[in-house]
């Protein structure tokens, strides 16, 4: 087995894909925001700074979906007593 791979991970706690799909949250609202920022500039610096944040928080969309995909394969299917 390849060390540091997909085999050698643990399931994320329900606390850990919490704070994940919080940070989902998090970034669809920068994005949001973002997006009304760019559409109301009046000034093109202003503009293109918000649409380089638009792609950094897609960016960081894509890697915290990435990191719930490896991990799902690796979850319980049943509930897990405490």
Avoid at 11 to 32: C, G, H, Q
Avoid at 52 to 65: E, G, P, V
Wanted: glycine share 4%; proline share 2%.
């Amino acid at each position: 087995m390849e060390k540091g791979g997909i085999a050698s991970m643990k399931a994320l706690t329900s606390k850990e894909l919490e704070y994940m799909v919080d940070s989902l949250s998090n970034e669809d609202l920068l994005i949001k925001q973002n997006a009304v920022l760019s559409a109301s500039a009046g000034n093109a610096a202003l503009k293109q700074a918000s649409m380089q944040m638009i792609q950094t928080h897609q960016q960081h969309t894509q890697m915290l979906l990435q990191a719930i995909a490896q991990h799902q394969q690796l979850a319980p299917t049943q509930p897990q007593s405490h």
